[in-house]
T-cell receptor, first 112, second 117 residues
């Protein structure tokens, strides 16, 4: 089955700096890669997703890049703000109504 | 956006009792629902996938006789934790996908925190 690895497990950045979180996946049939932000005790919140037919997607301060050949994708957050502090999860699936396999999570702390 | 609800939001029960958790899609028909379990400071681990009207598919290592899943309609799936024990204490989250023109996105419920004494 699919295996998703995520790094780093913790990340601290100064407010205003950029943060990058990286994930790799193993199933070459995976074609949908969402990123979630989860605050303590809350549900995961989709912040951005990318499908395998594109290499990059951007939404304001958040961007995701995908390298299908190398089987890795990354989340980039620019101009970080204190409210960006949370746990972030990457995930992968084969699309449609297929199951998601989650990465291990990254605890992001923005230092004011 | 698509709304998924869960009930109850938290539950405390005694060891040996059974607990039922409901997951509802409020504004769309969910052909597929997923049940996850999340222990503190860990990731979401898929327990099972359920399709409306058919038996659930359980992930390796998840006891199907202990975690009973029913997906009787396109808007409701239930997870029953039978003979719960303290090690079953966790955050249980459902998600749903289906006919909404949203492609691959899964919509998550708010979660249910189960504490078994």
């Amino acid at each position: 089955g699919e295996n998703v690895e995520q790094h780093p497990s913790t990340l601290s950045v100064q407010e205003g700096d950029s943060a990058v979180i990286k994930c790799t996946y193993s199933d070459s049939a995976s074609n949908y890669f969402p990123w979630y932000k989860q605050e303590l005790g809350k549900r995961p919140q989709l912040i951005i997703d990318i499908r395998s037919n594109v290499g990059e997607k951007k939404d304001q301060r958040i961007a995701v890049t995908l390298n299908k050949t190398a089987k890795h994708f990354s989340l980039h957050i620019t101009e970080t703000q204190p409210e960006d502090s949370a746990v972030y999860f990457c995930a992968a699936s084969r699309g449609g109504n297929e199951k998601l396999t989650f990465g291990t999570g990254t605890r992001l702390t923005i230092i004011p | 956006g698509a709304v998924v609800s869960q009930h109850p939001s938290w539950v405390i029960c005694k060891s040996g009792t059974s607990v039922k958790i409901e997951c509802r899609s409020l504004d769309f028909q969910a052909t597929t629902m997923f049940w996850y379990r999340q222990f503190p400071k860990q990731s979401l681990m898929l327990m099972a996938t359920s399709n409306e009207g058919s038996k659930a598919t359980y992930e390796q290592g998840v006891e199907k006789d202990k975690f009973l899943i029913n997906h009787a309609s396109l808007t409701l799936s239930t997870l029953t934790v039978t003979s719960a024990h303290p090690e079953d204490s966790s955050f249980y989250i459902c998600s749903a996908s289906g006919f909404r023109g949203t492609g691959n996105e899964q919509f998550f419920g708010p979660g249910t925190r189960l504490t078994v004494l």
